[in-house]
């Protein structure tokens, strides 16, 4: 049996811990003197060592600690149980233990147990793995989260690291991605750069900072935008680090830094004039959409709230500081009702409106590039614009009640002349972003039977026939049989009635 000799004579005598043997709560301890007490009154089984070595090696966070346990730790004489264990059994570390014990199944035939290397048990405690490598042990082996190395990454033990790199045999692959998903901008480890350090200071380590995997990129590109930044400062002083990858949408080193999202928190000019400094870094590569630095940092001013830009102008400006100039975007020219002359990207306008796009694909449409928008002011074009590239737009309603304010009248119904602008831009050229945002707005509208009966007259009275035509169709007409089935005033039935004979509306 699994404590032969052993299961009278170990009662526990510590009550946190009072259903295991009390050998094991002295190994735990670092208990010399008791452990060869206990250890010497009964036949001892391997397995029983096998189970006092990982008592000794064990983290204390993995149990409940007693206050001696908390004392055998900070003395360091845990490491020396397990040694005891070693030198005075021969237990052999090199061949592995079993995660738990069942002293109903002591040959384990009905439970699948998981078994673990003695340096593995060791590599949440610093002096435990010191102890273990001054033996003849295997430190190729794979753990549960790979090498050694990348476990004691993984576990935050950069004493652990320390250790480890001191062994000439020592397996540093995969090392840098450990490190880097645990030392995030998210997650912080303080203690993550100085691992760092202490790997760049290893031969093999450093060099494994440029092995490329599965994916085919190295370590630190796959992690440029969580990577933490003081990391990310550190390992661009270093020389041998490369930072030509590329991916598959042709981003390069700079583009990702670029994209990073912790900008808006942090201070980035110094980190971005770092990579600058690079020789290999090319300021102005085009990625597959066309975007070199500069436009990225444009792209990302353009779609964000004002409150979130953050630092993406000092970005921009460390750019031009460079000599980065924006890739020239092709446009579209737009006059306006008063003459003046907007522009809209064409990639926008190619990808928001049919008749955009099909003009720009005869070839007059592709040498001209102009459009008269005579119909549409000023301010209704900007609200357009902000559809068309899909930047954050202002409030539809603010935008008509504003407008209603400049021009004197204190009502609070909609200003259906510049509603009016809009649907009629909206459906000559076939802009379907605008479009779906004007019909579910008026939609809501003509929920108010106030505003439905203003709405109603307005394009009764009104003589543009595109207007009247596109709203009672889709949307009036069965706002003016609401009223009537809810015996609203005359005037709503007359409007409807007078739709019905112009659209052929059914009347009720």
Wanted: hydrophobic residues 40%; negative net charge; aromatic residues 6%.
């Amino acid at each position: 049996m699994f404590f032969d000799g052993l299961s009278d004579s170990c009662e526990s005598d510590d009550e946190s811990v009072s259903s295991e043997p009390a050998v094991l709560q002295a190994s735990r301890r670092g208990d010399l003197d008791k452990m060869k007490l206990l250890l010497d009154a009964g036949e001892v089984s391997v397995r029983l060592l096998q189970k006092c070595f990982r008592g000794a090696c064990e983290a204390p966070e993995f149990f409940e600690q007693s206050e001696a346990t908390k004392a055998a730790q900070r003395k360091g004489c845990r490491a020396e149980a397990a040694k005891f264990i070693i030198d005075h059994f021969g237990l052999d570390v090199n061949v592995k233990i079993p995660e738990e014990e069942y002293e109903y199944d002591p040959e384990y035939t009905s439970v699948t147990i998981v078994h673990r290397w003695p340096l593995e048990l060791s590599l949440l405690s610093a002096e435990a793995c010191k102890m273990l490598l001054s033996y003849p042990v295997e430190v190729g082996i794979e753990t549960a989260k790979g090498t050694p190395l990348q476990y004691a990454c993984h576990y935050r033990r950069g004493d652990v690291v320390k250790e480890l790199l001191n062994h000439p045999a020592i397996d540093t692959t995969g090392v840098w991605q450990s490190l880097f998903a645990e030392c995030s901008s998210s997650r912080p480890w303080p203690e993550g750069v100085e691992v760092a350090e202490l790997l760049l200071g290893h031969p093999g380590a450093k060099k494994a900072l440029n092995h490329r995997g599965k994916s085919g990129f190295t370590p630190l590109f796959g992690r440029l935008q969580t990577v933490d930044q003081r990391l990310l400062r550190l390992l661009l002083a270093v020389p041998e680090l490369d930072v030509r990858d590329v991916d598959e949408q042709g981003q390069s080193f700079l583009h990702r830094i670029l994209w990073r999202p912790p900008w808006k928190r942090t201070s980035p000019a110094d980190l971005l004039r770092a990579v600058l400094a690079r020789e290999e870094v090319d300021l102005h590569r085009k990625d597959k959409e066309g975007r070199n630095a500069v436009d990225v940092v444009l792209h990302r001013l353009e779609r964000v709230p004002q409150e979130e830009k953050g630092t993406l102008p000092a970005l921009k400006a460390v750019l031009e500081e460079y000599g980065a100039l924006p890739t020239d975007v092709p446009k579209i020219s737009f006059t306006l009702r008063d003459g003046k002359v907007c522009e809209l990207k064409e990639k926008s306008c190619m990808e928001a409106s049919q008749v955009f796009r099909a003009y720009l694909t005869t070839e007059v449409g592709v040498l001209q590039r102009q459009f008269s928008l005579k119909e549409v002011s000023e301010n209704t074009f900007r609200f357009m614009q902000a559809v068309i590239e899909q930047k954050p737009e202002p409030n539809l309603s603010d935008l008509l009640a504003s407008r209603k304010r400049a021009r004197g009248q204190q009502t609070t119904t909609t200003d259906h002349q510049t509603l009016k602008e809009l649907l009629v831009a909206a459906d000559k050229y076939m802009i379907t972003p605008l479009q779906d945002k004007l019909e579910a707005f008026v939609a809501q509208l003509l929920r108010t039977s106030e505003e439905a009966e203003a709405l109603i007259a307005y394009a009764e009275a009104e003589v543009d026939a595109l207007f009247a035509r596109r709203l009672g169709q889709k949307l009036l007409a069965p706002v003016a049989q609401k009223l009537v089935e809810q015996q609203k005033p005359a005037r709503a039935v007359a409007h409807m009635m007078s739709l019905g004979r112009k659209f052929d509306v059914a009347e009720p």
